[in-house]
């Protein structure tokens, strides 16, 4: 890319977290919070198309990109909030815009919800988290069979090595396989960004391996949907037509929102940000 941003950390739970800052400091504040397994960098043409408006900021979450991975290997979505929550008050960011992917998405919809009042406007792209069918599964087992079943994947995930890629050619290879939709120059954007150099010469992705394990336990349902009824800025809520996120106009959960719209795209999976980019972006200006 001609141009890029800048670098920085802020502290949270002891934790150092980095964010990149596009600049424009006078300019209304917008943040960009990426997915589970992502990185801040895969905001990157968002952020272009949107600095000279915008100061634009895109944090990456703990054990993604380069911040610091969580020392008890748990990433529970109440530390998630809480590291959002942090940066928003340690850059005095609110009433803040938040346009957020997936787990970030899901963050910054708990986040909201807690603090209506520091949101302007919010954008969530497959955010909600599973769906009900998902969620009436998983309520089906047993609370000591997941309780097991998380332990023996925490086991499994600590003795898990990073996989090694012996080039970058092969890792964008992985990359182009996880999302067909990408074009050779996003493929190879997001790679480039989201993956490190071993002392041997290998190449592994950023994120930590324990990223991969999701806690059995989260708030109550009910809960959740209170914090989703108590947001009371603009929302939009995207959805992929060809994605394995449930659309929440179908499954029932737009009732929870008072205030949220639901678009879906055509031809577009889980990341239809990249894989819709001209739309979307079409989308997100008509919206801001």
Not at 34 to 59: F, K, M, N, Q, T
Not at 122 to 134: D, T
């Amino acid at each position: 890319m001609a141009s890029g941003p800048t670098s920085h950390s802020f502290i949270s739970q002891r934790l150092k977290l980095h964010y990149v800052d596009w600049g424009n400091d006078d300019a209304p504040p917008l943040l960009l919070v990426h997915g589970g397994r992502d990185h801040c960098r895969s905001w990157d043409w968002v952020a272009e198309r949107l600095c000279d408006r915008y100061h634009v900021i895109a944090p990456d979450l703990r054990g993604h990109g380069d911040s610091a991975w969580s020392p008890d290997g748990n990433y529970d979505m109440d530390a998630f909030v809480y590291d959002l929550a942090q940066l928003i008050h340690q850059l005095d960011l609110a009433p803040v815009t938040i346009v957020a992917h997936s787990m970030g998405g899901n963050v910054a919809l708990r986040y909201t919800g807690l603090y209506p009042d520091n949101v302007r406007k919010l954008v969530a792209i497959e955010g909600l988290g599973p769906s009900p069918k998902m969620l009436a599964e998983r309520a089906a087992k047993p609370v000591a069979d997941r309780f097991r079943q998380w332990i023996e994947d925490k086991r499994q995930a600590a003795g898990r090595i990073p996989k090694r890629y012996a080039t970058l050619d092969d890792a964008l290879a992985r990359m182009m396989a996880e999302n067909s939709y990408l074009t050779p120059e996003q493929a190879r954007h997001l790679t480039v960004q989201g993956i490190n150099r071993n002392e041997d010469g290998s190449w592994s992705w950023k994120f930590d391996n324990y990223l991969n394990v999701w806690s059995g336990f989260d708030m109550p349902q009910d809960d959740i949907a209170s914090l989703w009824a108590a947001i009371a800025c603009p929302t939009l809520l995207l959805y992929g037509a060809d994605s394995w996120a449930s659309n929440p106009e179908k499954d029932g959960r737009l009732k929870h929102f008072r205030t949220a719209k639901v678009i879906e795209f055509e031809k577009a999976g889980h990341w239809l940000h990249h894989d819709q980019f001209d739309r979307f972006m079409s989308t997100l200006e008509e919206f801001l």
